[in-house]
């Protein structure tokens, strides 16, 4: 999988849906945005740690280069 797909999907996809659902619970929009941010953040974090310990899936979605 592209890199860019990846992030977008582990890390905007629940950004987004955290973010929907407080908006569309009367949350401030501005404390939705700092609590869709955490989100990302703790996506991303249990996707690393599910990557590296599950090494099919390091091997299906190996990291980039970091060039």
């Known amino acids: 999988m592209n890199k860019?797909?990846?992030d977008a999907?582990?890390?905007g996809a629940p950004?987004?849906?955290v973010m929907g659902v407080l908006v569309g619970a009367?949350?401030?929009?501005?404390?939705?945005t700092a609590l869709s941010?955490?989100?990302s953040v703790v996506a991303s974090a249990a996707y690393r740690w599910?990557?590296?310990?599950?090494?099919?899936l390091l091997a299906v979605d190996a990291p980039s280069g970091g060039k």
């Open 37 to 39: 941010v955490v989100t």
């Open 50 to 56: 599910l990557r590296a310990r599950w090494p099919w």
């Open 9 to 11: 999907a582990v890390t």
């Open 26 to 32: 009367g949350v401030p929009a501005e404390l939705a």
């Open 4 to 6: 860019p797909f990846r």
């Open 15 to 17: 950004s987004v849906l």
